[in-house]
């Protein structure tokens, strides 16, 4: 049985052995966590499914232009450049940091959130689906399998066969708030 297999399997998805899987891999992890070394970071893609060596990672990293940075507590950590255009490499956010950017995108972007069975269809402005649909990802919440975005239309799938309401109606939550304390 390959290393994808077993990991899917285990409850996680089937991840190729392929370097852009890899890649994509080491980014999420890096946005998720503090790793302060190869070798944790190694650790972490194994759990994963994931059998790297130093150099391959070493190689990884130089590509992903993934450098060192100082942490809010004081620790070096690797961090990436972040998606869409900043440049900068900034420290995973926290959970509350994610929440509250999803609370203004939504507020912001959110036209309409409609749902059946475990998909949901969100409208938004023209041009503003992908990038809605970008910070869902970078969000994780966990009853979301994925997303699919157009120009202004996003479908979002629900882990659960019957939680399609449950996830609009979420969203429409975080809209609604953010509208409350925004003028």
């Given at each position: 049985m390959s290393q ?5 399997q285990q409850g ?172």
């Amino acid at each position: 049985m390959s290393q994808a297999q077993d990991h899917e399997q285990q409850g996680g998805p089937a991840v190729p052995q392929t370097r852009t899987a890899r890649h994509r891999r080491i980014v999420d992890i890096l946005n998720r966590q503090p790793v302060r070394s190869q070798s944790q970071l190694a650790k972490l893609l194994a759990d994963d499914g994931l059998s790297v060596t130093q150099a391959t990672l070493s190689r990884d990293l130089d590509e992903l232009n993934a450098v060192k940075i100082r942490n809010t507590d004081g620790e070096l950590i690797y961090a990436v450049p972040s998606e869409g255009g900043f440049r900068t490499p900034r420290a995973p956010l926290g959970e509350s940091a994610k929440e509250e950017r999803m609370r203004r995108l939504s507020g912001e972007l959110l036209i309409s959130a409609e749902a059946s069975a475990n998909l949901v269809v969100l409208r938004t402005p023209p041009g503003a689906a992908q990038f809605l649909a970008s910070a869902i990802d970078q969000a994780e919440l966990h009853d979301i399998l994925g997303t699919i975005a157009g120009d202004d239309t996003l479908l979002l799938i629900s882990r659960e066969a019957t939680g399609g309401q449950a996830l609009a109606d979420h969203l429409l939550s975080l809209a609604q708030n953010s509208r409350r304390t925004t003028p």
